[in-house]
């Protein structure tokens, strides 16, 4: 039997070991803070126009079956990711892979997109850890949704990262992002069926979160019109398809980190 993940937090805290607390985003003053987690580290690595909101957002978060993840210690949310919901707006990474992600709606494939990862603290090492982390609970919230696979779009240089330790597999050719200054990326895939009996499927699916936990929140109509504001007063187009480029900073090389475009 496998512990859920509640109880292993309960576990770890009781013993004293400092671990961040995970989990979807229910609350307005949540959800502010991821979106500006993201917007600081993408202004800091020069990826993000200044605006006077200081956030950045995606259309495909309003959407019922996207959520907002973060982690939080001591209060603060330290890190955040996004699991982006298909659905008649499009998927982010569609702006290069227009025809490769039509080809796996039209095999079969149900997917989202992992998008918009932060994290506050800058050690490569915590920073892998804590992707690991969050993979787990949007990985589970994707396939809660009826989701059967993630798409990630990464720089090529660390396809190897995400097909070796978690599981990906290559599903499109290199191409420039227009919304990273025309970095390179390459279209990535996790099948969930196909590594459902893998380690990664065990780290990814093993230990279950509850279903209460990875139950979607539903912004109500004025966290709507709260973060509509931001969409509306954007300048360019803002299609968050460059997930680890934020954390390029000055303490830690670019070149040390799992990039997605």
Not at 207 to 219: F, K, R, T
Request: charged share 25%; aromatic share 8%; net charge neutral.
């Amino acid at each position: 039997m496998f512990l859920t993940v509640a109880s292993e937090r309960a576990q770890k805290k009781s013993s004293g070991i400092d671990t961040p607390d995970l989990h979807i985003a229910r609350t307005r003053e949540d959800l502010e803070s991821a979106f500006k987690l993201v917007y600081e580290s993408y202004t800091e690595a020069g990826l993000q126009e200044p605006n006077q909101f200081e956030m950045r957002i995606l259309p495909q978060q309003f959407l019922d079956n996207s959520d907002v993840v973060v982690a939080k210690s001591g209060g603060e949310t330290i890190a955040t990711a996004t699991l982006l919901a298909d659905s008649e707006l499009g998927l982010p990474a569609e702006s290069m892979y227009r025809d490769e992600i039509n080809k796996l709606r039209d095999g079969g494939y149900r997917v989202a997109e992992v998008g918009c990862l932060a994290d506050r603290r800058r050690s490569t090492t915590r920073f892998i850890k804590m992707f690991r982390q969050l993979s787990r609970i949007i990985a589970q919230a994707a396939d809660a949704r009826g989701f059967n696979g993630l798409l990630a779009a990464t720089h090529p240089r660390h396809a190897r990262f995400y097909i070796k330790q978690l599981g990906f597999r290559q599903v499109g050719a290199l191409r420039e992002c227009p919304y990273v200054r025309g970095n390179p990326a390459v279209a990535l895939l996790l099948d969930f069926d196909a590594i459902r009996s893998t380690d990664v499927g065990e780290h990814l699916f093993g230990s279950p979160y509850l279903p209460v936990e990875l139950a979607p929140y539903h912004w109500n109509e004025q966290t709507r019109a709260h973060f509509s504001q931001v969409l509306e007063h954007r300048t360019k187009p803002n299609r968050c398809t460059n997930v680890y480029a934020a954390f390029e900073s000055p303490t830690i090389p670019a070149t040390e980190l799992p990039q997605l475009v």
